[in-house]
């Protein structure tokens, strides 16, 4: 399993642009055989929708974390469709 992360979300300077800058990531992984795209730092369940719509692939992310505790529960990531 080919795992590509991207740190984007958290790494520039605001949301929306880190948000961009991870579905285009994403999709570069994912064109260049990675298996699932795995982006940190999502808070909200609106980020999750958006990375859903805009990355063409598998899409994972880290759940339970202080920074998102209360944004989202597992099975609001299951229904929508997260991979991991």
């Known amino acids: 399993m080919i795992n590509g ?5 958290k790494a520039l300077r605001s949301k929306e642009e880190g948000l961009q800058e ?4 994403g999709n570069l992984y ?3 055989g ?4 795995f982006v940190t730092a999502v808070s909200t369940l609106e980020e999750v929708r958006a990375l859903l719509k805009g990355i063409h692939g ?3 992310i880290a759940a339970g974390l202080a920074y998102n505790l209360n944004g ?5 990531l299951k229904e ?3 991979a991991r």
Not at 22 to 25: D, G, Q, T
């Open 5 to 9: 992360r991207t740190d984007a979300l």
């Open 22 to 25: 991870a579905i285009r990531r």
């Open 30 to 32: 994912l064109e260049a």
């Open 34 to 37: 990675a298996d699932l795209v």
């Open 58 to 60: 598998p899409l994972s």
């Open 72 to 76: 989202f529960s597992i099975n609001d």
């Open 80 to 82: 929508l469709g997260v």
